[in-house]
């Protein structure tokens, strides 16, 4: 019989008796397995020993890898928005802090200059596995504090991987090379970003496509399949393993799968994790312990009060309660796996002394065995903490926590445009990177094995790279949104800082479509970056490639918001009828005698005027180069904020309690001018198949107005004219009863 197979039996006999013995008691799991991995380890040999320790290590690895993989699966991307400025400052109060006071320890003990560099490492990282497993059996896993807990979590891993690189730096160099080291940071930033932008776009979409093949056992196996190859992906990048199987998980959370992949994968992920909590018990050595009893217990302390207390500043910093904030402290207080990982690093580097590993292996299990009690009694620690605080201190720290959640910013339009510039800004431009990267690093060195002439090589990865790049102008560029066209309407003084902006990210642009192109076709001349300004600027005044993209961007938010969508969905199509408002205006003064067409609404403000009241006469959906007249009332149809900037623009009041379509339409039932909004399916033998909104002519044609379009449950208002119509799209649109009739008529 093969050694494993009776370590297994073992072991799982030994946890399975333990486990019983502590759920009669009460006690968490977690230390029961630690006791029965003590029990079958080599250091207590009155009882039955495990002889294959390697592949018991490997059992152990796997058991990290489906730890963090189930854990995706509950966190997904929306989740980690939701949280990300509490788990952000945490994460980084809590590494930055941990790490300073992790290496004054190390040389209050005497260390050496890389020990206490790498012992500020380890003790700044907190363990996922443990917190996980503790808040499973002390039923908080969904309580705030332990939301706020995983997305400090993740962070934390994200700063491991590139804390990890620092050390390696460091260590080899014995000094910091800043401009190697932010570009090797650099690299990561932009591989991970592209891995989460590509798994989006790509991985919902099989699933689709995938779903009538997929029974429990074969969505089981794709699921597992995808988190191990994430987790082969990472390593080869230079991330962690446990990091590919959180991501795999978080992909797979925006899907309508994440429930049943949840269900499936819940006994695997009990078995391969009391087989990693065995394995740590294993590590515990009673010799070890006493010979460096008095360095384990100062690193002990210093860890749990330390991170207990650090911690809970980071999330107090982030506006966040007391009591949530020691809550969190109490959960981090320890640390674990991702320790090992660093320790080993030193090792293999051989930088750090041979005790520095023992002594984190005990202080990890030490701090392992006092976690589940911190959570556990959180709250009678926030309570002596409320008792020892000066009265004045407390009532302070709450009414700031309270008004830093429950505040406004003094300027929200400006704080809206800078926020939706960065992410743009940065999504876009890791995208237009990444098109770069690929193109010079995979395509043509594929290429380059083909007979085709080195230079015909050239000239096609150019220009795979400038269409690559041209796909994502426009929407970097981000002329049109609310944001911008709030702030252009509200004050002139905000049209150069506007502006200023505008030139520098198409500066940027310029740069990611010069660089690559410059070393693709091996020009080093300057006359090369006119000329690709030139093109960008013609490229986003035609609209070229724009129907793509537009296409793209529709394909990856509906993949994104896949398990919201379907969440939400109340077996109709409400949801436009809600978004759209209707405000009535009395033409003013400055625009009688303007055409519709003159006024550029729907350019500027994504307003339309559907119809005009004159006197007794009334013009729906009227046309574009109708005159206005003094005694005009328009009826406007857009989003609350577009016609809140409207309004700013022709210098009115903000009017409030607008109705929506819905009630709009329904208020004017018997009229015999009345208009409403239907829904028009585009089949796959239909004609407006394959068709771009402008190229089809319905509001020519039909005397109608496009409203929006519903596309894989995702609604999109107010669509580009650019973007072509596919089987399955819901077409709204706003007309008479007599060209709904026409148009369903078109479609069948």
């Known amino acids: 019989m093969p050694k494993l197979i009776a370590d297994l039996a073992i072991m799982l006999l030994t946890a399975g008796v333990v486990a019983v013995l ?31 320790s390697a592949s018991i290590a490997v059992w152990s690895e796997i058991g990290i890898i489906v730890l963090m ?7 997904n991307l929306h989740k980690l928005v939701s949280v990300g400025g509490t788990a952000l400052i945490t994460a980084l109060t809590e590494v930055i802090g941990m790490l300073l006071l992790g290496y004054l320890v190390g040389q209050a003990l005497g260390w050496g200059m890389m020990d206490s560099i790498f012992l500020g490492g380890m003790l700044s990282m907190s363990s996922t596995t443990i917190i996980i497993k503790a808040f499973d059996e002390l039923d908080v896993r969904r309580e705030r504090f332990a939301q706020l807990v995983f997305g400090t979590l993740v962070i934390e891993d994200i700063a491991g991987i590139f804390m990890m690189i620092i050390l390696s730096t460091v260590s080899i160099s014995q000094s910091i090379s800043g401009a190697a080291l932010a570009l090797q940071l650099g690299v990561l930033v932009l591989y991970l970003a592209l891995w989460l932008i590509l798994g989006i776009y790509i991985l919902p979409s099989l ?80 010799a070890m312990l006493l010979r460096y009893a008095f360095p384990i217990l100062i690193i002990t302390l210093v860890t749990v009060i330390g991170k207990l207390s650090i911690s809970s500043l980071g999330v107090l910093l982030s506006g966040q309660s007391l009591k949530i904030a020691i809550q969190c402290g109490c959960s981090l207080a320890q640390i674990g796996e991702f320790a090992f990982i660093i320790a080993s690093l030193g090792m293999t580097l051989g930088v750090i002394a041979d005790y520095v590993y023992p002594i984190i292996v005990a202080v990890s299990v030490v701090t392992t065995l006092t976690t589940p009690g911190f959570i556990k009694n959180a709250d009678g620690i926030y309570r002596l903490t409320r008792k020892l605080l000066p009265e004045k201190l407390g009532e302070k720290l709450e009414r700031y926590t309270r008004d830093d959640a429950d505040g406004e910013t003094q300027d929200g339009d400006w704080l809206a445009f800078l926020r939706r510039y960065g992410k743009r800004t940065a999504f876009f431009g890791v995208l237009m990177t990444g098109v770069s990267l690929l193109t010079q690093f995979v395509l043509q060195p594929l290429l380059l094995q083909t007979p085709l002439d080195s230079q015909i090589v050239r000239v096609i990865c150019a220009a795979c790279c400038i269409i690559g790049v041209a796909l994502f102008i426009r929407p970097m560029l981000d002329l049109h949104s609310t944001e911008y066209t709030t702030l252009w309407v509200k004050s002139r003084l905000n049209r150069l ?36 300004a030139a093109a960008i600027l ?43 408002l209707v405000e009535q205006l009395s033409c003013p003064k400055e625009l009688v005698g303007k055409s519709l067409r003159q006024l550029e609404w729907g350019h500027h403000f994504s307003i339309n005027v559907f119809k005009v009241a004159r006197g007794r006469k009334q013009y729906n959906m009227p046309p574009a180069d ?3 007249r003094s005694d005009d009332q328009l009826y406007l149809l857009g989003k609350a904020e577009d016609l809140r900037s409207l309004r700013m623009g022709l210098g009115l009041p903000e009017h409030r309690d607008l109705p929506n379509l819905r009630d709009f339409t329904a208020a004017q039932e018997g009229d015999a001018s009345a208009v409403f909004a239907f829904a028009l399916p585009v089949e796959k033998d239909s004609s407006l198949r394959g068709r771009s909104i402008r190229d089809s002519k319905l509001r020519e044609r039909y005397d109608c107005m496009i409203l929006g379009l519903q596309r894989e449950l995702l609604p999109i208002l107010q669509p580009d004219v650019n973007m072509t119509m596919q089987p399955g799209d819901l077409i709204w649109v706003l007309g008479s009863r007599k060209t709904a009739e026409k148009l369903l008529a078109l479609s069948e």
């Open 538 to 580: 013609l490229i986003y005044k035609s609209g070229w490639m724009a129907s793509a993209y537009i296409s793209a961007e529709a394909r990856f938010l509906a993949n994104f918001n896949e398990r919201n969508l379907h969440r939400d969905r109340n077996g109709g199509t409400e949801w436009l009828d809600e978004k759209l």
């Open 207 to 286: 699933l689709r496509q995938a779903a009538a093949f997929m029974n429990d056992e074969t969505l089981l196996l794709v699921s597992l399949g995808l988190c191990f190859g994430m987790v082969l992906l990472a390593e080869t990048l230079g991330f962690s393993s446990a990091l590919g199987a959180f991501l795999a998980g978080s992909l797979l959370a925006g899907t309508v799968h994440a429930e049943r992949v949840e269900h499936l994968s819940s006994s695997i992920k009990d078995l391969f994790g009391s087989v990693f909590f065995l394995s740590v018990g294993m590590m515990i050595d009673p």
């Open 626 to 628: 109708l005159v206005l």
């Open 22 to 52: 502590f759920k009669r008691l009460k006690q968490p799991l977690v230390l029961g397995y630690i006791l029965a991995g003590f029990l079958v380890g080599p250091y207590m040999p009155y009882f039955f020993t495990v002889a294959d």
């Open 69 to 75: 993989f189930s854990l995706g699966l509950e966190f």
């Open 497 to 532: 800082p506007l502006m200023t902006l505008t030139a520098l990210r198409f500066l940027l642009i310029v740069l990611l479509a010069f660089l690559p192109l410059q070393a693709l076709l091996g020009v080093s001349g300057g006359w090369l970056l006119p000329l690709v």
